[in-house]
């Protein structure tokens, strides 16, 4: 308390005018930030409220924006992001745990490594055609749910597994030691103790992930999405569309009553995020508890 | 410390539940109809699509909107069944369907023109000549046009804000082979938007502005846009209307919209059904998706070549 105070005065007499007006940058980015945000969601909720009903979610789309509807898009979304976290939370969480526990630093993992972090910068579009070359068309999955959520995989695989790294690089190396002074083999210690341990860090970088996968447009539409499909995805090999090419198809339409609709489906879209958020912190709330050093 | 047992047995519960839910369902494949190709055509097809829907049920439509390039090769590859066109199918790809060996109908299913617009205040111009608008949009190289004055001597002497479709639209595409002679080739320096509501919006807030678009976008916002006409040569300026891009009196800025269909579609009992359903009600999802319905001339020689596509 007295240290804290101490430095409080002392940096009273050292508060030099570069000081203060460095302050009040940073505060006025952080403004800027938020203003932009609020922004966009308040022009977003007034175009998009008084779309928003019944219809929306349980319709297909329609040239009569009163009957026209979002559910195949939705459920296509729901499909990709499920299936994009099967393959991608495994995978990812797998990688990184070796790369993390079990690789011998090495150039090889070193280059490994470098590849990993240049690959979450690498733009989505390449990766969509990569999956139009790969898997619509080598591996023969024509323009399935699996074709675009495999694609979708290659996008967030990345993030999924440089966020694991750093959850698991936080977990103090005592307690590994810790695990293995008590005679736990390798095994043990990393699914019993370093992975818990990391679960809150590792739900942040699925959630991220996830996140990004929802609002991908561009790889979906070169692996082949469409934009109108009148029933809902029932199976892995069926065709598909998204919430974010369903937006754009009718932001770009020149009928008004079409971009109202496009702000409603932007909407719903926010609204899948923030569940999916609030899963994440509760997941995070409910394990995150238990730690304790 | 966290209790390992438990957890582990919660996770993997969670697991087997997930690949269990991803399991169920793989049911057999109903029949479908794949459409892709341009997003001018797209709102056509989306409608006509959806009435099928009304009729068979049972049959899945799906149509994308990937670009008549991009549509073109999916065609090819015989990855779609329908390709949608904003403009006429290119010599090239002529070729490489003969060599993937799908034998093909074309179907001029629309109408659309293309309106060239000036800010609403604007009271100097009310048309330009093709070789006006040549002069403005050719390409740098050839020292375009850069103010209104350098037109007519007595108009403003402002520079022209240019507005227009991104280089990767079938419109853009269309604008310069009608206009500048040669596809693709305009001048670089002019604000670029792929979506056409980004173009009237810019338009409509410039005094000095000039941009072209599809006519739909223009009827959609006729208070805030001001229509020019285009004359061709000596002749008379010409406003586009409905009437004018059907009989192409608006010309050289009408252009018919197609849809070019796999003529192995018609050997499935849904094809041939579709496609004439299609036929049937493009005039109608036309004009009431924003473009203009062909004329009956055009719709009898539309059924004669899916007679004879059929007879095959």
């Known amino acids: ?293 | 410390m966290t209790q390992g047992g438990p957890l582990a047995t919660q996770r993997f519960a969670f697991v087997a539940v997930c690949v269990l839910g991803a399991a169920v369902g793989c049911g057999p494949r109903a029949q479908s109809i794949k459409i892709d190709g341009s997003s001018t055509v797209y709102p056509i097809s989306e409608a006509v699509a959806e009435s099928f829907r009304g009729v068979r049920p049972d049959i899945r439509v799906t149509v994308g909107l990937s670009g008549t390039g991009g549509g073109m090769k999916k065609f090819t590859a015989g990855e779609i069944d329908i390709c949608d066109a904003s403009r006429g199918i290119k010599d090239s790809e002529v070729e490489a369907l003969t060599e993937a060996e799908v034998p093909f109908t074309e179907f001029s299913v629309a109408f659309d023109g293309i309106a060239v617009v000036v800010h609403p205040e604007n009271d100097w111009v009310d048309s330009l000549t093709v070789e006006q608008l040549a002069s403005i949009w050719r390409p740098l190289d050839d020292a375009p046009v850069k103010k209104w004055n350098e037109l007519n001597p007595a108009w403003p002497d402002e520079e022209i804000k240019l507005y227009g479709p991104g280089t990767d639209s079938g419109t853009f595409e269309y604008f310069t082979e009608a206009i500048v002679g040669e596809a693709k080739s305009c001048r670089s320096d002019f604000a670029a938007s792929e979506d056409d509501n980004v173009l009237v919006t810019s338009v409509s807030e410039d005094k000095y502005s000039l941009g072209y678009f599809g006519f739909a976008y223009y009827a959609e916002n006729t208070g805030k846009l001001k229509l020019l006409g285009v004359a061709q040569g000596e002749a008379e300026p010409v406003q586009p209307s409905v009437e004018a891009i059907r009989d192409n009196s608006y010309a050289p800025l009408s252009r018919p919209l197609f849809i070019y269909v796999r003529n192995d579609l018609l050997n499935r009992p849904a094809g041939a059904e579709f496609v004439e359903f299609y036929l049937d009600k493009a005039g109608e999802m036309a004009a009431e998706v924003g473009y203009v319905a062909v004329s009956d001339d055009v719709a009898a020689e539309n059924l004669k070549k899916y007679q004879k596509a059929l007879a095959k």
């Open chain 1, 1 to 293: 308390m007295s240290r804290n105070a101490d430095i409080h005065s002392l940096e009273i007499k050292r508060s030099y005018l570069g000081s203060s007006l460095f302050g009040w940058l940073c505060a006025a980015a952080t403004y800027i930030c938020i203003a932009v945000l609020v922004g966009l969601l308040v022009t977003v909720l007034v175009n998009g409220v008084p779309w928003l009903s019944w219809t929306l979610l349980t319709s297909f789309p329609s040239r009569d924006p009163a009957k026209a509807g979002v559910l195949p898009a939705l459920a296509g979304s729901l499909w990709l992001i499920g299936i994009t976290a099967l393959v991608s939370i495994p995978t990812g969480v797998g990688a990184a745990v070796y790369l993390e526990e079990y690789a011998n630093s090495s150039w090889w993992r070193k280059l490994v490594q470098l590849n990993i972090s240049n690959l979450a910068g690498v733009p989505s579009i390449v990766y969509g055609i990569l999956g139009l070359g790969l898997f619509v068309r080598a591996m023969s999955l024509e323009r399935s749910v699996i074709a675009g959520a495999l694609t979708l995989t290659l996008v967030v695989l990345p993030i999924v597994i440089l966020s694991t790294q750093e959850a698991l690089r936080a977990v103090p190396s005592t307690i590994r030691q810790a695990s293995y002074a008590l005679g736990a083999t390798r095994w043990q210690t990393v699914w019993l103790q370093v992975l818990p341990a990391a679960l809150p860090g590792v739900m942040t970088g699925v959630i991220l992930a996830i996140a990004r996968a929802l609002g991908e447009a561009a790889p979906l539409v070169a692996v082949g999405a469409v934009a109108f499909v009148a029933f809902v995805p029932q199976s892995l090999g069926d065709e598909f569309s998204a919430l974010p090419l369903q937006i754009f198809n009718w932001a770009e339409r020149p009928q008004e009553e079409f971009h109202g609709l496009a702000s409603a489906a932007i909407v719903v879209l926010l609204a899948v995020l923030i569940l999916l958020n609030t899963g994440a912190v509760l997941v995070r709330a409910k394990y995150g508890r238990r730690i304790k050093w």
